[in-house]
């Protein structure tokens, strides 16, 4: 751990959408040369590891990206050109690379300062690195972790939405991502931004906390060829591990027809079908009828 590194926020609460700042923007394992390296050994490992996203995706678009760069440009190439418009490179499960994985050891024993009880009992860290320069965009969506999004460098537009805003996520929605791992039912409805609670700029030096399943897209539009690094730090935690099988048992009640409460609502009533979504996920497992989603 490297005590000068440090993420704040004032006030902190692992339930909601915060504000960060950081101190990451000069930590030598995400410089641009740093990350390029990074790249390279990420896709030697594993193509999947680096992905590209087509040009012409907008922020009700699908999530989908593709393992080589749509003009062709090789890993080098992207990092020889990132100025580029357009330019988007993505580094998925970086923590693969075991020397990137002192950068998240140390990101997240930065952040995990500001945890305690059971957002404090972290498991299954991991990385998420985004290069990019402007026009580029990462649709709506929603993800299983919690996350210490941090802008290292240039400047995201970036708007998230409350974990419990079933406005702008329904509860069923929440349930398909985190059962069946299917975003089918995320769709991004513009009428909804007025209710983010954070969209604008984040710039080098700051961040945002997103807990598990807050709806989230982001979009670099400065001009001039300024490149965006910016790197989504995840991890489980007892309690989204709790919240994710009471989802799965809510998700099992709806498809009896029920309607059930929505998670989060009712501790006593969570407890009991925190028990129920977790043997009912194992059963699934071993029945080979479920692949066991990650966190739970
Ligand atoms: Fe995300």
């Given at each position: 751990?490297?005590?000068?590194?440090?993420i704040?926020?004032?006030?902190?609460?692992?339930?909601?959408?915060?504000?960060?700042?950081?101190?990451?923007?000069?930590?030598?394992?995400?410089?641009?040369?740093?990350?390029?390296?990074?790249?390279?050994?990420?896709?030697?490992?594993?193509r999947r590891?680096?992905k590209?996203?087509?040009?012409a995706?907008?922020v009700?678009?699908?999530?989908?990206?593709?393992?080589?760069a749509?003009?062709?440009?090789?890993?080098?190439?992207?990092?020889?050109?990132?100025?580029?418009?357009?330019?988007?490179?993505?580094?998925?499960?970086?923590?693969?690379?075991?020397?990137?994985?002192?950068?998240?050891?140390d990101?997240i024993?930065?952040?995990?300062?500001l945890?305690?009880?059971d957002?404090?009992?972290?498991?299954?860290?991991?990385?998420?690195?985004?290069?990019?320069?402007?026009?580029?965009?990462?649709?709506?969506?929603?993800?299983?972790?919690?996350?210490f999004?941090?802008?290292?460098?240039?400047?995201?537009?970036?708007?998230?939405w409350?974990?419990?805003?079933?406005?702008?996520?329904?509860?069923?929605?929440?349930?398909?991502?985190?059962?069946?791992?299917?975003?089918?039912?995320?769709?991004?409805?513009?009428?909804?931004?007025?209710?983010?609670?954070?969209?604008?700029?984040?710039k080098?030096?700051?961040?945002?906390?997103?807990?598990s399943?807050?709806?989230?897209?982001?979009?670099?539009?400065t001009?001039?060829?300024?490149?965006?690094?910016?790197?989504?730090?995840?991890?489980?935690?007892?309690?989204?591990?709790?919240?994710a099988?009471?989802?799965?048992?809510?998700?099992?009640?709806?498809?009896?027809?029920?309607?059930p409460?929505?998670?989060?609502?009712?501790?006593?009533?969570?407890?009991?079908?925190?028990l129920?979504?977790f043997?009912?996920?194992?059963?699934?497992?071993?029945?080979?009828?479920?692949?066991?989603?990650?966190?739970?």
């Amino acid at each position: 751990m490297n005590p000068r590194y440090e993420i704040s926020a004032d006030p902190f609460d692992a339930t909601r959408v915060c504000r960060l700042s950081h101190n990451f923007g000069d930590h030598p394992g995400l410089s641009n040369e740093a990350l390029r390296g990074l790249a390279n050994r990420l896709q030697a490992k594993d193509r999947r590891h680096v992905k590209f996203i087509d040009p012409a995706t907008r922020v009700d678009s699908r999530l989908h990206h593709d393992s080589k760069a749509h003009d062709g440009r090789s890993v080098d190439q992207v990092f020889d050109t990132l100025t580029t418009p357009g330019t988007y490179i993505a580094l998925y499960e970086a923590q693969a690379d075991p020397e990137f994985r002192k950068v998240v050891d140390d990101v997240i024993e930065a952040g995990r300062k500001l945890l305690s009880g059971d957002h404090a009992e972290i498991f299954d860290t991991d990385a998420y690195v985004f290069i990019s320069c402007a026009p580029t965009v990462t649709p709506f969506h929603i993800d299983r972790e919690n996350n210490f999004f941090l802008q290292i460098r240039g400047t995201k537009h970036t708007s998230v939405w409350q974990p419990n805003d079933r406005e702008t996520v329904s509860e069923a929605a929440v349930e398909g991502w985190i059962v069946h791992q299917s975003l089918d039912q995320v769709v991004f409805d513009e009428s909804r931004l007025p209710f983010a609670a954070v969209d604008g700029n984040v710039k080098g030096g700051e961040g945002v906390f997103m807990p598990s399943t807050a709806a989230h897209m982001t979009q670099t539009e400065t001009p001039g060829g300024e490149v965006s690094v910016s790197v989504g730090f995840v991890f489980y935690s007892r309690a989204t591990k709790r919240r994710a099988n009471v989802h799965a048992c809510n998700a099992l009640l709806r498809r009896l027809g029920m309607n059930p409460t929505p998670a989060g609502e009712n501790s006593l009533l969570d407890s009991c079908k925190y028990l129920m979504g977790f043997t009912a996920i194992r059963v699934l497992t071993a029945l080979g009828r479920l692949q066991k989603p990650r966190g739970m």
